[in-house]
């Protein structure tokens, strides 16, 4: 028979995105565990950071979070209050009234993230892959596509409480329109692996859904702006105060129209003079 699901639930946290959680596999996977689960699951499964595909199946059977250990680096379970380990190598787990549990021979389903790391690269095609297959969850972990490891792990512990993770190439998250819909449907947001600082208020300007205007949330490099100058009750400061407001806007649009290229976008706009001083 199959053993029994792990029980787990959710850390209660905050709404706003935490500082993203980096380091090497090992204490990132064991941070990423105790950040999602708190003291609140009876069983994990261990894996060595060298195979992982055995691991991610048990915890998937399991519903269990996963996580990296090496012999040198054991996993410690007691803080946790773990009852159950499941290890292909017992040198993995620390000594403790925990039980240490060979690996099934019932295995679960590989997930997105797991099999687009397999080859210890995580591309654009894999980005999207996962990102298609996926859907939003209250919870959400964002893994660095530079750190491919850590997908499967982060993979696991986030389907054990129910959330979903998913691959960004680091930068300005505020270009990474594919991740706001995931962004905006959670409530608790993580950031997992070689991430900026600024990465957690990117995080913020993600979920909180709103766009400038013509789209998007950065203006350059991605947008042109053509602008009508001047004062908008006269013409002698410029072509913006040569028609009224509604012509305005509609000579506008037809001057940004003139510039437009491929692959960027133009946005017409006022460059509007706000203060004039008059010689005393």
Same mark, same amino acid.
């Given at each position: 028979?199959?053993?029994?699901?792990?029980?787990?639930?959710?850390?209660?946290?905050?709404?706003?995105?935490?500082?993203?959680?980096?380091?090497?596999?090992?204490?990132?996977?064991?941070?990423?565990?105790?950040?999602?689960?708190?003291?609140?699951?009876?069983?994990?499964?261990?894996?060595? #950071?060298?195979?992982?595909?055995?691991?991610?199946?048990?915890?998937?059977?399991?519903?269990?979070?996963?996580?990296?250990?090496?012999?040198?680096?054991?996993?410690?379970?007691?803080?946790?209050?773990?009852?159950?380990?499941?290890?292909?190598?017992?040198?993995?787990?620390?000594?403790?009234?925990?039980?240490?549990?060979?690996?099934?021979?019932?295995?679960?389903?590989?997930?997105?993230?797991?099999?687009?790391?397999?080859?210890?690269?995580? *591309?654009? #095609?894999?980005?999207?892959?996962?990102?298609?297959?996926?859907?939003?969850?209250?919870?959400?972990?964002?893994?660095?596509?530079?750190?491919? $490891?850590?997908?499967?792990?982060?993979?696991?512990?986030?389907?054990?409480?129910?959330?979903?993770?998913?691959?960004?190439?680091?930068?300005?998250?505020?270009?990474?329109?594919?991740?706001?819909?995931?962004?905006?449907?959670?409530?608790?947001?993580?950031?997992?692996?070689?991430?900026?600082?600024?990465?957690?208020?990117?995080?913020?300007?993600?979920?909180?859904?709103?766009?400038?205007?013509?789209?998007?949330?950065?203006?350059?490099? *991605?947008?042109?702006?053509?602008?009508?100058?001047?004062?908008?009750?006269?013409?002698?400061?410029?072509?913006?105060?040569?028609?009224?407001?509604?012509?305005?806007?509609?000579?506008?649009?037809?001057?940004?129209?003139?510039? $437009?290229?491929?692959?960027?976008?133009?946005?017409?706009?006022?460059?509007?003079?706000?203060?004039?001083?008059?010689?005393?």
């Amino acid at each position: 028979p199959s053993p029994r699901r792990a029980i787990v639930n959710p850390c209660p946290g905050g709404s706003a995105t935490p500082e993203p959680i980096a380091g090497d596999v090992v204490s990132a996977s064991t941070a990423a565990a105790r950040a999602l689960v708190c003291s609140s699951t009876d069983a994990v499964v261990v894996a060595p #950071d060298d195979e992982i595909e055995s691991g991610v199946r048990t915890a998937s059977l399991l519903q269990a979070p996963l996580l990296y250990a090496t012999p040198d680096t054991p996993f410690q379970p007691d803080d946790l209050g773990i009852a159950r380990v499941w290890t292909s190598d017992e040198r993995l787990v620390a000594g403790g009234k925990h039980a240490v549990l060979p690996l099934p021979g019932h295995q679960g389903e590989i997930s997105p993230m797991a099999r687009t790391a397999t080859d210890g690269e995580v *591309d654009q #095609d894999d980005i999207q892959t996962t990102l298609e297959e996926s859907e939003p969850a209250d919870s959400l972990v964002v893994v660095s596509s530079q750190e491919p $490891a850590l997908g499967p792990v982060a993979a696991a512990t986030a389907e054990a409480i129910g959330g979903v993770a998913v691959w960004t190439d680091p930068g300005d998250l505020r270009r990474r329109p594919r991740l706001a819909p995931f962004a905006t449907g959670a409530r608790q947001r993580w950031l997992l692996g070689s991430f900026d600082p600024e990465a957690t208020w990117q995080m913020e300007v993600l979920a909180g859904g709103s766009e400038l205007p013509g789209g998007g949330r950065l203006l350059f490099p *991605d947008k042109r702006l053509v602008a009508l100058y001047g004062h908008p009750h006269t013409g002698s400061l410029g072509v913006l105060g040569e028609q009224p407001v509604d012509e305005a806007i509609q000579r506008a649009h037809e001057l940004a129209a003139a510039y $437009a290229t491929e692959g960027t976008d133009v946005l017409p706009t006022f460059e509007i003079i706000v203060t004039t001083a008059t010689a005393g």
